[in-house]
Protein backbone atom coordinates (compact mmCIF):
# COMPACT_ATOMS: atom_id res chain seq x y z
CA UNK A 1 0.00 0.00 0.00
CA UNK A 2 1.73 3.42 -0.93
CA UNK A 3 2.26 5.82 2.02
CA UNK A 4 -0.25 8.97 1.11
CA UNK A 5 0.99 12.27 1.92
CA UNK A 6 4.33 13.62 3.81
CA UNK A 7 5.19 10.43 5.68
CA UNK A 8 8.72 9.14 5.37
CA UNK A 9 7.47 5.81 7.68
CA UNK A 10 4.08 4.07 7.93
CA UNK A 11 3.79 0.87 10.15
CA UNK A 12 1.33 -0.66 12.10
CA UNK A 13 1.88 -1.10 15.50
CA UNK A 14 -0.79 -3.80 16.87
CA UNK A 15 1.23 -6.20 14.39
CA UNK A 16 4.93 -5.40 15.33
CA UNK A 17 6.32 -7.75 17.82
CA UNK A 18 10.03 -8.96 19.09
CA UNK A 19 11.92 -10.90 16.15
CA UNK A 20 14.26 -12.16 19.02
CA UNK A 21 13.54 -14.06 22.28
CA UNK A 22 14.35 -11.80 25.45
CA UNK A 23 14.53 -12.26 29.10
CA UNK A 24 12.69 -8.68 30.11
CA UNK A 25 13.20 -5.67 27.82
CA UNK A 26 13.12 -5.68 24.13
CA UNK A 27 13.57 -2.37 22.33
CA UNK A 28 13.11 -1.78 18.79
CA UNK A 29 14.02 2.01 17.17
CA UNK A 30 11.31 2.91 14.45
CA UNK A 31 12.58 6.46 13.93
CA UNK A 32 14.08 9.06 14.96
CA UNK A 33 15.72 12.91 13.78
CA UNK A 34 17.24 15.71 15.83
CA UNK A 35 14.48 16.58 17.61
CA UNK A 36 12.90 13.10 18.60
CA UNK A 37 13.61 9.51 18.84
CA UNK A 38 10.60 6.52 18.75
CA UNK A 39 10.99 3.39 19.96
CA UNK A 40 8.85 0.31 20.92
CA UNK A 41 9.14 -1.56 23.97
CA UNK A 42 8.57 -4.37 25.24
CA UNK A 43 8.63 -5.34 28.68
CA UNK A 44 7.50 -8.79 30.30
CA UNK A 45 8.90 -8.01 34.18
CA UNK A 46 9.92 -4.33 34.74
CA UNK A 47 11.92 -1.42 34.62
CA UNK A 48 14.30 -0.42 36.93
CA UNK A 49 13.81 3.21 38.66
CA UNK A 50 15.41 5.74 36.74
CA UNK A 51 15.45 9.24 35.46
CA UNK A 52 16.36 11.28 31.82
CA UNK A 53 18.29 14.33 32.98
CA UNK A 54 17.90 16.26 29.55
CA UNK A 55 15.01 14.15 27.75
CA UNK A 56 10.82 14.19 28.15
CA UNK A 57 9.33 10.84 27.03
CA UNK A 58 5.77 9.81 26.58
CA UNK A 59 4.40 6.58 26.88
CA UNK A 60 1.34 5.22 24.92
CA UNK A 61 0.38 1.22 25.91
CA UNK A 62 -0.48 -0.88 23.18
CA UNK A 63 -0.83 -3.61 24.60
CA UNK A 64 -1.11 -4.98 28.10
CA UNK A 65 -0.82 -3.66 31.84
CA UNK A 66 1.54 -2.31 34.47
CA UNK A 67 1.99 -0.49 38.00
CA UNK A 68 3.95 2.51 37.11
CA UNK A 69 5.78 4.92 39.01
CA UNK A 70 5.97 8.62 38.25
CA UNK A 71 7.98 10.85 40.80
CA UNK A 72 5.81 10.05 43.90
CA UNK A 73 3.15 8.53 42.13
CA UNK A 74 2.00 4.92 41.67
CA UNK A 75 -0.46 3.87 39.07
CA UNK A 76 -2.11 1.01 36.70
CA UNK A 77 -1.23 1.90 33.50
CA UNK A 78 -2.92 -0.19 30.68
CA UNK A 79 -3.61 -0.44 26.82
CA UNK A 80 -4.71 3.09 25.53
CA UNK A 81 -3.06 4.85 28.43
CA UNK A 82 -1.36 8.14 27.71
CA UNK A 83 1.57 9.28 30.07
CA UNK A 84 4.16 12.60 29.57
CA UNK A 85 7.57 12.09 31.59
CA UNK A 86 9.21 15.23 31.92
CA UNK A 87 12.66 15.28 32.25
CA UNK A 88 14.02 14.60 35.49
CA UNK A 89 11.29 12.66 36.77
CA UNK A 90 12.79 9.40 38.34
CA UNK A 91 9.92 6.39 36.70
CA UNK A 92 9.77 2.71 36.76
CA UNK A 93 7.16 -0.12 35.45
CA UNK A 94 7.86 -2.13 38.88
CA UNK A 95 4.72 -5.13 38.03
CA UNK A 96 3.77 -6.26 34.91
CA UNK A 97 0.43 -7.70 34.68
CA UNK A 98 -1.12 -10.88 33.04
CA UNK A 99 1.03 -13.28 30.88
CA UNK A 100 1.13 -10.78 27.84
CA UNK A 101 4.38 -8.19 28.24
CA UNK A 102 3.41 -4.40 28.27
CA UNK A 103 4.03 -3.33 24.99
CA UNK A 104 4.78 0.80 24.77
CA UNK A 105 5.66 3.38 22.11
CA UNK A 106 7.78 5.52 24.01
CA UNK A 107 8.87 8.87 21.95
CA UNK A 108 11.59 10.73 23.33
CA UNK A 109 12.62 14.57 23.03
CA UNK A 110 15.05 15.75 21.92
CA UNK A 111 17.23 12.81 19.95
CA UNK A 112 17.73 9.77 22.51
CA UNK A 113 20.80 8.00 21.69
CA UNK A 114 20.66 5.98 24.92
CA UNK A 115 23.20 7.76 27.14
CA UNK A 116 20.44 9.55 29.07
CA UNK A 117 18.98 6.86 31.53
CA UNK A 118 20.44 7.62 34.96
CA UNK A 119 18.93 4.86 37.41
CA UNK A 120 18.16 5.86 40.78
CA UNK A 121 19.78 3.08 42.61
CA UNK A 122 23.11 3.50 41.32
CA UNK A 123 23.16 6.88 41.98
CA UNK A 124 21.96 6.33 45.81
CA UNK A 125 24.98 3.64 46.11
CA UNK A 126 27.80 6.52 44.90
CA UNK A 127 26.62 8.40 47.56
Same mark, same amino acid.
Given at each position: MPIVGSAQHFQ? =???? $? &? *? /? %?YENI +?? /?? =? !? @? %?SLQTSFAIWIKKGVKEHFHAD +?? *????VLEGEGMMSLGNDLFLIKTGDYVFI &?? @?TPHSITQVMG !?? &?LKV =? $????PLFDGSDRIFVQELESEK
Open positions: H =LSSL $S &P *E /V %D +HV /VK =L !D @G %D +HS *ESIY &PK @G !DL &P =L $SIQA
